[in-house]
C-alpha cells in the first residue's frame, strides 16, 4: 500500500488487506523531554489534555487550563521558591544548554502522599464548574463554600485515617527551625500552617 492509495481512493475504511511482509525491527524508546518553563506552561494552558472525562476536557479547555495567563509563571516559580520543583541547566540540542524544572525528592515525596483529588485536573474543572453555578445564580456562594469546606475536611479526614510515613513530622520539624518556612503559605486570602508552624 502506497500513500497514493489513499489519495485516489484505493484504500477504503474497513477493507481487509493482506500482508506481503514484516519485520520486527529493534528500536528503544526514550522519556519524554523534561519540561522547560515554556512547556510546563504550555501544559498548564492545555490541562484539558490531562483530563480523563469528556466534560472535565471540555471545562478546561473553555477556561484555557489551570491557573490563569497571569498567575502561571507565578504557580511555577513559587513551586521552585518553596524546593519543590528546581531549574537545572542541562545541554540541549547541538549542546546548547537550556534549562528544566525537575521535581525535587521533597516535591515527589509530597505528591505522592496527596489525595487524587488534589493532583487531579478533575478537580479544577469540578470547582470551576461550581463558580459557573454560582456566577449563574443556580448557587449561592455559601453552598460552594460548603462544598469547598466538606471537599477539605474529607480530604484531612482521609490523610488521618492513611497517615503519611512521618512526611508530615518531618515538614513540621523542617518548619520549626525556620523562621518562616518556604513550604507554609502564610500570606494572602488562604493561610496554610501545619501545627502552628
Not at 515527589?108 to 463558580?131: H, M
Amino acid at each position: 500500500m502506497k500513500a497514493d492509495d489513499f489519495k485516489n481512493g484505493t484504500y477504503q475504511v474497513g477493507k481487509v488487506v493482506g500482508v506481503v511482509s514484516a519485520r520486527v525491527e529493534g528500536q528503544r524508546t526514550s522519556p519524554p523531554d523534561r519540561y522547560t518553563e515554556d512547556s510546563l506552561l504550555a501544559d498548564m494552558t492545555s490541562a484539558h489534555k490531562f483530563a480523563s472525562d469528556a466534560n472535565e476536557r471540555a471545562v478546561l479547555s473553555e477556561i484555557s487550563g489551570l491557573g490563569t495567563s497571569r498567575t502561571r509563571a507565578a504557580i511555577i516559580a513559587n513551586l521552585i521558591g518553596r524546593g519543590l520543583l528546581t531549574l537545572q541547566s542541562v545541554a540541549g540540542r547541538g549542546g546548547k544548554k537550556k534549562g528544566v524544572i525537575v521535581s525535587s525528592q521533597e516535591g515527589r515525596t509530597i505528591a505522592r502522599y496527596l489525595p487524587a483529588a488534589l493532583t487531579s485536573v478533575a478537580t479544577t474543572a469540578k470547582w470551576e464548574l461550581g463558580f459557573r453555578l454560582v456566577e449563574q445564580g443556580k448557587a449561592t456562594p455559601e453552598q460552594m463554600q460548603a462544598h469547598l469546606d466538606r471537599t477539605l475536611v474529607g480530604i484531612v479526614e482521609d490523610a488521618k485515617k492513611r497517615g503519611s510515613g512521618g512526611v508530615l513530622d518531618r515538614a513540621k520539624a523542617r518548619a520549626r527551625t525556620r523562621k518562616r518556612s518556604k513550604f507554609l503559605n502564610t500570606s494572602g486570602p488562604f493561610r496554610c500552617t501545619i501545627g502552628g508552624a
